[in-house]
């Protein structure tokens, strides 16, 4: 059995005045993981990077194909 692994990576930008950008952001990577999910991925892991100006989330998903 192959087992393989891979990240998403979302940048979100904390200043005020970017909130539509930060909800695109948020949608994008809801998105992303969903699509994902729906290929037989499997989210394993999330860490949350908080820097002064942006959070970085950093989702590590995992797929086991079927033999």
């Known amino acids: ?3 393989q692994t891979t ?3 979302t ?3 904390k200043r005020d005045d970017a909130n539509e950008a930060r909800t695109a952001a948020l949608n994008d990577r809801d998105n992303q993981l969903r699509a994902a999910s729906d290929m037989g ?3 394993a892991h999330t860490a949350v990077i908080d820097g002064t ?3 970085t ?3 590590t998903i995992t797929l086991t194909p079927e033999d």
């Open 57 to 59: 989330f950093v989702d």
């Open 1 to 3: 059995m192959r087992h």
């Open 11 to 13: 940048v979100i930008a």
């Open 53 to 55: 100006d942006y959070a």
């Open 41 to 43: 991925w499997a989210l």
């Open 7 to 9: 990240t998403i990576r």
